[in-house]
C-alpha cells in the first residue's frame, strides 16, 4: 500500500504562485509515472500534468507555460509548481501515482483557491 501525501495547497490572489508538493511512502523509482489532477467545483476530475519514471512531461493545455512538475528522486517527492495562476485554476489538487504492478494510488487532496 502506498500513502501519498500532497501539502502546500492554500489561497493566492491571480497572478502568485504556489507549490505543491505530493510525498510517497514507497521509492517513487517503483513508480511509473507520478501525476497531479484537480478538481474543480462542479467539474470531473482533470489531469493537470505527469511525470514518467524517464522523465517525460506532460501537461494540460490550460497549465502549459505556467506550471511545471518536477520530481526528488531522493526525497520521494514529486512537485508542482504553479506561476501565474488564474482565478480557474482554483481546485482540489490530488497527487497520483501508478505503480510497475499496476496497482494505482490517489492522495487525500489539497485545496488551492485563486481569488482577488
Known amino acids: 500500500q502506498v500513502q501519498l501525501v500532497e501539502s502546500g495547497g492554500g489561497w493566492v490572489q491571480p497572478g502568485g504562485s504556489l507549490r505543491l508538493s505530493c510525498a510517497a511512502s514507497d521509492s517513487i523509482f517503483s513508480f511509473v509515472a507520478m501525476a497531479w489532477y484537480r478538481r474543480a467545483p462542479g467539474k470531473q476530475r482533470d489531469l493537470v500534468a505527469s511525470?514518467?519514471?524517464?522523465?517525460?512531461?506532460n501537461y494540460a493545455d490550460s497549465v502549459k507555460g505556467r506550471f511545471t512538475i518536477s520530481r526528488d528522486n531522493a526525497k520521494n517527492t514529486v512537485y508542482l509548481q504553479m506561476n501565474s495562476l488564474k482565478p480557474e485554476d482554483t481546485a482540489v489538487y490530488y497527487c497520483y501515482t501508478r505503480t510497475y504492478r499496476g496497482a494505482a494510488y490517489w492522495g487525500q487532496g489539497t485545496q488551492v483557491t485563486v481569488s482577488a
Open positions: 511525470i514518467t519514471s524517464a522523465d517525460l512531461t
